[in-house]
């Protein structure tokens, strides 16, 4: 049994903010991984790594302009510690720069030993710790935080619940939006009636295998107009493909119906 399998995986996360991270760590999911060590989790104070009085962890930007940069002799202090403990961890840097986050980043950095997280603040890091001391960069999207711990809980949320045993069954994972390139069914609980609007008559039903085929055409249709783009890469089963040619075939009866007596006829098409 390796090292991960024995203690779970292990999250560090570099931080002047380490208390930001307490009230992440005491809850739901999260809570419970820890408790079953499946994970194990630690924010650092970069600021421990500091040198003098006011153990200062920023500075001015050589070349003047605004802002203020994380120096890299804490930065590196701090990393350097945290590799000691963690030797087989990935070190990430979070920046708005980085490959961008999704679930396929989730799913690769979920089979890691670990991760050591390096969250910046101010304009960012000493650009020397980008090329020396990290193994990746990673953005949590197209849009600018100001700190990486955010970014870093983000992650380790993310990874935390594809990490086999932490959710109540594989499935949960497994079906959840974006694990096969789609989008989630629509999901209902009771009352089986809530303000006018019924739970669909076919999830009453006991019948798993229409459930099922309803709880694809569902997923099918909310990806194809919230998110068509993922269906474009999909690579779609027999099945998905006989939906799609059906839904087609409903399609051009309505055209072809209003075309002969709708509003659509009316106008002349205009
Ligand atoms: N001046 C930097 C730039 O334009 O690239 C942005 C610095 S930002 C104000 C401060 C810190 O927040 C970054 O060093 C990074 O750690 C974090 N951060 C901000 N946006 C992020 C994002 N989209 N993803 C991950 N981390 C982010």
Redesign the pocket.
């Known amino acids: 049994m390796d090292n991960r399998q024995k203690k779970g995986m292990n999250f560090i996360a570099l931080t002047i903010f380490p208390e930001m991270f307490n009230p992440f760590w005491e809850h739901g999911i999260i809570r419970r991984a820890i408790d079953r060590n499946k994970i194990r989790v630690s924010a650092i104070d970069i600021r421990n790594f500091a040198e003098g009085k006011h153990r200062v962890t920023d500075d001015r930007p050589y070349g003047g302009g605004c802002?203020m940069v994380?120096k890299p002799e804490p930065l590196a202090a701090a990393i350097r510690a945290a590799t000691q403990k963690a030797p087989l961890s990935k070190k990430i840097?979070?920046?708005?720069?980085?490959r961008r986050?999704d679930s396929g980043v989730a799913h690769e950095l979920s089979s890691s030993d670990g991760l050591i997280l390096?969250?910046?603040?101010?304009?960012?890091?000493d650009e020397r710790i980008c090329h020396d001391f990290i193994d990746d960069e990673?953005?949590?999207?197209?849009?600018?935080?100001?700190?990486?711990?955010?970014?870093?809980m983000?992650i380790i949320d993310a990874v935390t619940r594809l990490i086999p045993g932490i959710l109540g069954g594989k499935e949960s994972a497994e079906k959840d939006s974006f694990s096969g390139s789609v989008l989630e069914y629509a999901q209902y609980t009771r009352p089986r009636s809530f303000e006018g609007h019924n739970v669909p008559e076919i999830l009453l039903s006991g019948d798993h295998q229409k459930i099922e085929n309803w709880r694809l055409e569902t997923s099918l249709i909310r990806t194809f107009l919230k998110r068509p783009d993922l269906l474009e890469n999909k690579a779609l089963s027999k099945q998905e493909i006989e939906i799609l040619k059906k839904w087609c075939v409903d399609i051009e009866k309505i055209i072809h119906n209003q075309s002969l007596s709708g509003p659509g006829a009316l106008s002349g098409g205009q």
């Open positions: 802002g994380m840097l979070l920046t708005p720069q980085g986050f390096i969250c910046g603040r101010y304009e960012g890091v990673i953005s949590i999207g197209d849009y600018v935080l100001t700190g990486g711990e955010l970014a870093a983000v």
